[in-house]
């Protein structure tokens, strides 16, 4: 199709109600919602278990929630490795408990998936108006987790060749698009979404995929992808940025009084951006609108550097 291949040369979600957020009533769902937060990735959970003046000695001491986050980020984003923990000990003392065990982390190797025994770790909890909130963590490594980067999204790795990434059985019919010299596969399923997905290539590596959340002329099914979007690069990638708007919040109101402020009569489009960290995927989203087919709302994935596409 002629449009996505000029595009392509370029929710409101359900969350479940995480277990973080309810009263914990025993230590034993203190660390069932730790596990919970950290097993999903879920960064506001993981910080309501923390109180503003929670330490951190793992990996480096950290105080607070916000200089907490970003140590444990690598767990914290979909794309990121895995801590689990196993606890082993637990005790309370009045308002105060204790808990104790090891940790392992799951992720990438250079020998495929795994999960490898990490080290040990210790919890000091307070009973807080009726919930256990963490007071301080400390722990030691054993020094024996080397993992590699999860470049990718899903089952497609970067690096991938053509027949490789059509091979994944995760999107049937895959087709070539002419207009990129790429492909594409049109029920791929991506947070709950069905949607295109199309797939970039580099010297034959694959180098972008391209998530088609929206195209078409409703505005309220543009607000509810665009939302979509946002709700996921606030959650995976730590934030957004809106070029020619520093510090402004960037929410659905605001991307749709900007697609709705462009001449209907052009193309036009604008990108949000995310901020620059060391996670192996470059997250970014493009927001357009373009006579006469209406609205669009795309996310894109890029390797942060050749060497995620050389390793995969």
């Known amino acids: 199709m002629l449009i996505r291949g000029w595009f392509g040369a370029l929710l409101l979600l359900a969350f479940p109600i995480s277990t973080a957020f309810a009263q914990q009533t025993s230590l034993e769902d203190a660390e069932h919602a730790l596990n919970d937060a950290l097993g999903r990735h879920d960064k506001a959970a993981f910080e309501q278990l923390l109180t503003p003046d929670t330490v951190f000695f793992l990996p480096k001491k950290a ?10 980020l ?25 808990t104790s065990g090891t940790f392992a982390i799951s992720g990438q190797t250079n020998n495929g998936f795994a999960t490898i025994p990490a080290g040990q770790y210790s919890i000091v909890w307070r009973l807080t108006h009726g919930s256990w909130k963490i007071v301080s963590l400390n722990g030691a490594s054993n020094g024996k987790v080397r993992l590699v980067p999860r470049a990718g999204v899903g089952a497609f790795r970067f690096g991938m060749t053509r027949d490789e990434v059509i091979a994944v059985p995760d999107c049937k019919p895959y087709s070539n698009v002419a207009q990129t010299s790429g492909i594409e596969c049109p029920n791929y399923t991506f947070e709950g979404r069905k949607m295109n997905i199309s797939f970039i290539f580099g010297s034959d590596r694959l180098r972008r995929i391209h998530l088609w959340f929206y ?6 099914e543009a607000r509810e992808a665009a939302t979509a979007v946002i709700d996921f690069l606030k959650r995976t990638a730590g934030g957004i940025v809106l ?6 919040e960037v929410t659905p109101t605001v991307v749709m009084q900007l697609l709705n402020s462009i001449d209907p009569a052009k193309m036009s489009s604008f990108q949000l951006n995310t901020p620059s960290i060391t996670q192996p995927v470059v997250w970014f989203a493009r927001m357009a609108r373009y006579p006469p087919r209406g609205y669009f709302v795309f996310l894109f994935a890029e390797p942060r550097n050749d060497a995620a596409v050389a390793g995969r």
């Open 243 to 248: 070029p020619g708007h520093p510090g402004e």
């Open 215 to 220: 195209e078409g002329e409703s505005e309220s």
């Open 74 to 98: 690598p767990f914290l984003l979909a794309t990121g490795a895995t801590m689990m923990l196993t606890t082993e000990d637990t005790s309370q003392n009045s308002d105060l408990g204790f």
């Open 63 to 72: 105080h607070g929630p916000e200089e907490i986050s970003n140590e444990w």
